[in-house]
């Protein structure tokens, strides 16, 4: 998929540096992006930017389409004269002696959204001019996902945040009559949902197009399951498993027991109904591919696994070790994307137990898989994330994903002999710290990939990590500081991106 060898940083929007309590599409993101350009990067990774519920996870969103309003800068809405410099003043105030390390969500979240409903407000009262008009473009070639996600999102907000399986039986079935009703009832708070998405989407679009002009790429990440309380299962009932009578999940996502949980994983997504899906030559799922490729460059789908057999556990169940392997249609869904938009942009997140089926579905249409260095030190010498294991060029390596903890943390966490482990296999730690020897092991191997988290790139410890999966507390929520990024951090970067021939053409 990769034409040249490159080399990026993964960094989510919601860690960038603000005045406003949390990562947004203003000046933070236009400097982090001026950096990985000055220091020849070409790839900016991030995680889902859907809008996040409870816990904040990108990872459970209402929306597979939908932004994220938390990241719309509020900066850019003063320069589009829907706020004042009285607002952008208060704001900052308020945050000025917050730790500007770590996201308080709720702080964020009742101070900005007050500002975002006075924008919207003061853009209901302007006359007819060019922004109106790119406002109802929007909502024109979007309306295939906005309609439902505004009306969705209005809906929540009316039932005081209830799921929507938790609704009046006929919209939560989505009866017709029932649909017209409230959208008569909401429509003045289906418009302001939509003029929030037009705001992200506006400002995003602006930003990728200053990353793209540099020759940075932007590479995205999909869930490959979406979340039960969410618009697309709301809106889409048929292709998933639920419960007829109560929109319950009747067959839920998750991972067996295994080495690391003796009671599995048991995440409570729906899963697909996969042959309800291929009657519709996988319609949703190519429509959700092809609404992503507008918005980044490349995309990772994470828990690849699941598009060759699930983890299916039966409703009523607390933990994941009664479920059962059932097959998925991966190869048509493929078969069929492929023919809609011919090379496809796809990272496959081929963690875990993966089987050999699995390894023939990612290699039949050529998808890269993920390296990555923080496993690869703990078993024998055919531990495939090894570096001189790697079968191919077509891979990512990272030194670790977002899951994963710092790899200062890492480090420091190893037994004395699984450090040795580490030290002997890369020939002692250079100067600069374990992280820089791992980003140099990453950049120096065949992958055409190296991808490298921020944290790292800054040799930060484990209260940096960004998620500690299994657990709800506390993440999500690191940022880095604006002065961080130095001019000597970038030139160091840049010098051994060349040197390791992932320097631009």
């Known amino acids: 998929m990769f034409d040249r060898r490159s080399s990026g940083i993964l960094l989510h929007p919601t860690s960038l540096p603000s005045p406003y309590g949390i990562g947004d599409l203003g000046g933070g993101a236009y400097g982090f992006i001026d950096f990985l350009h000055s220091s020849d990067q070409q790839v900016w990774q991030i995680l889902p930017l859907g809008p996040t519920g409870s816990g904040n996870s990108p990872y459970l969103s209402y929306s597979a389409l939908a932004g994220n309003p938390l990241l719309i800068s509020l900066d850019i809405l003063y320069g589009d004269g829907l706020l004042t410099e009285e607002d952008i003043s208060q704001v900052q105030a308020k945050f000025k002696h917050i730790n500007p390390s770590r996201i308080d969500y709720h702080l964020v979240t009742e101070t900005k959204f007050p500002l975002l409903r006075k924008a919207f407000d003061t853009f209901g009262e302007r006359e007819e001019d060019e922004y109106k008009q790119e406002f109802d473009q929007f909502c024109h070639d979007y309306s295939y ?18 799921a929507w399986f938790q609704w009046e039986k006929d919209i939560a ?27 992200f989407f506006r400002q995003w679009c602006s930003l990728k197009n200053y990353a793209n002009e540099r020759g940075i790429q932007i590479f995205g990440d999909i869930p490959i399951y979406v979340a039960h309380d969410s618009v697309d299962v709301w809106a889409n009932q048929s292709i998933f498993c639920l419960d007829e009578k109560t ?40 429509q959700r591919i092809k609404g992503m490729l507008e918005y980044v460059d490349i995309m990772r789908i ?28 991966g190869e048509e869904f493929f078969t069929i994307l492929k023919k809609e938009l011919g090379t496809l ?52 390596v990272y030194t670790g994903t977002h899951d994963n903890d710092t790899t200062v943390g890492w ?21 600069e710290g374990i992280h820089w020897s791992l ?32 657990t709800v507390d506390d993440n ?30």
């Open 345 to 396: 942009p796809i990272v496959a997140e081929d963690l875990g137990v993966i089987t050999p089926e699995v390894e023939a579905l990612r290699d039949k249409f050529k998808f890269p898989g993920m390296k990555i260095l923080h496993f690869a030190f703990d078993s024998d010498r055919a531990n495939g994330f090894l570096p001189f294991n790697y079968n191919n060029r077509n891979c990512v």
């Open 173 to 199: 079935k989505r009866e017709p009559e029932a649909i017209k009703r409230w959208q008569l009832k909401l429509g003045d708070e289906m418009f302001y949902h939509k003029f929030l998405q037009f705001s």
């Open 476 to 505: 999500w929520s690191w940022r880095y500081h604006e002065h961080d990024l130095t001019e000597d951090v970038g030139q160091y970067l840049q010098y051994f991106t060349y040197l390791y021939g992932r320097k631009p053409i």
């Open 247 to 286: 929109g319950a999940a009747a067959s839920m996502a998750g991972v067996p027991p295994d080495y690391f949980s003796e009671t599995g994983q048991l995440w409570g997504n729906p899963v697909y109904n996969w042959e309800a899906l291929e009657k519709t030559n996988f319609a949703w799922w190519v």
């Open 145 to 162: 996902w906005l309609e439902n996600y505004s009306l969705f999102m209005a809906l929540k907000e009316s039932h005081n945040g209830a």
């Open 439 to 470: 980003i140099r092991l990453a950049l120096a191997s065949v992958a055409d990939m190296a991808i490298f988290p921020v944290q790292d790139l800054l040799g930060l410890g484990t209260n940096s990590k960004m998620n500690t999966p299994g």
């Open 302 to 329: 994470d828990h690849f696994r699941g598009f060759e057999s699930f983890w299916a556990v039966p409703e009523g169940e607390t933990t994941a070790m009664n479920g059962e392997w059932v097959k998925a249609k």
């Open 411 to 431: 480090f420091e966490k190893r037994s004395f002999d699984a450090r040795k482990q580490v030290v002997d296999y890369i020939g002692g730690i250079c100067d």
